[in-house]
Every structure is written in structure tokens, then in C-alpha cells.
């Protein structure tokens, strides 16, 4: 019996001794008051907001620099596309131009031909009537 109240005591002394230890802990590690708590909430989320601003104000800018250049390339394009528009218009003003000047030469020396074949033709019909 002895030996079993030596064993109840030893218990309730490891009991009460773990239990001092742990309210220590508790109050060493216990979580901040409601105003405290609202302080801390109230920071971290201006920090997370500045943070989000920043990351909003970075994309924001981002995105105006990738349509800047977007725009340059396309302002780059329309003008070499007009370029070159331009310089097809041009050469095929100069191929059109050129193939009136043939057929403009063309007519002329039909018309040449033509003529002279109506005098060949009134000339052998003067011979005739003379012969």
C-alpha cells in the first residue's frame, strides 16, 4: 500500500509540476489582446495592399510599354507597307506607259503600212485602167 500512495503522490506531483510548466508556456506564448490583434491585421494588410499597389502600378506600366511597342511595330509596317505599294503603283505606271509608247508605235506602223498598201493597191488600179 505504501508503495502505491508512493506512486499517487509522484503522480500528482508530476501533474501539478506539468501543470505550472504549462501555464508558464501559456502565458510565455499566449496570443496578443483584440487591439493588439487589430494593429497587426491592420498593418500586414496595408502591406499587403502597398504591396498589390506596386505589383498593380508594375503591370500597369508593362502593359503600356509592350502597346507603345506594339504600336511603334505597327507604325513601322503601315509605312513600309505604303512604301511599297508606292513603288508597285510606280512600276506599273512605268510598265503602262511603256506599253502605250510600243502600241502607240504599233499603230503608227500599221497606219504606215496601211497607207502604203492603199497606194499600192490605187497604183496597180491606175495601171490597170491605163493598160
Given at each position: ?9 509522484g503522480l500528482v506531483v508530476g ?50 510599354d509592350l502597346l507603345s511597342d ?9 509605312t513600309d507597307a505604303q512604301k ?48
Open positions: 500500500m505504501e508503495q502505491n500512495n508512493g506512486v499517487v503522490k501533474f501539478l509540476a506539468g501543470s505550472a510548466i504549462g501555464a508558464v508556456l501559456a502565458l510565455l506564448y499566449a496570443p496578443k489582446t483584440g487591439k493588439e490583434l487589430r494593429a497587426d491585421l491592420r498593418q500586414k494588410t496595408d502591406n499587403l495592399l502597398e504591396d498589390a499597389e506596386g505589383y498593380a502600378q508594375d503591370a500597369r506600366r508593362r502593359a503600356e506594339a504600336k511603334r511595330r505597327s507604325d513601322r509596317l503601315i511599297r505599294a508606292t513603288n508597285l503603283i510606280e512600276d506599273a505606271d512605268k510598265l503602262l506607259t511603256g506599253a502605250r509608247e510600243k502600241a502607240s508605235n504599233v499603230v503608227e506602223e500599221g497606219t504606215k503600212i496601211a497607207n502604203a498598201a492603199k497606194a499600192g493597191v490605187d497604183a496597180f488600179s491606175k495601171e490597170r485602167k491605163r493598160s
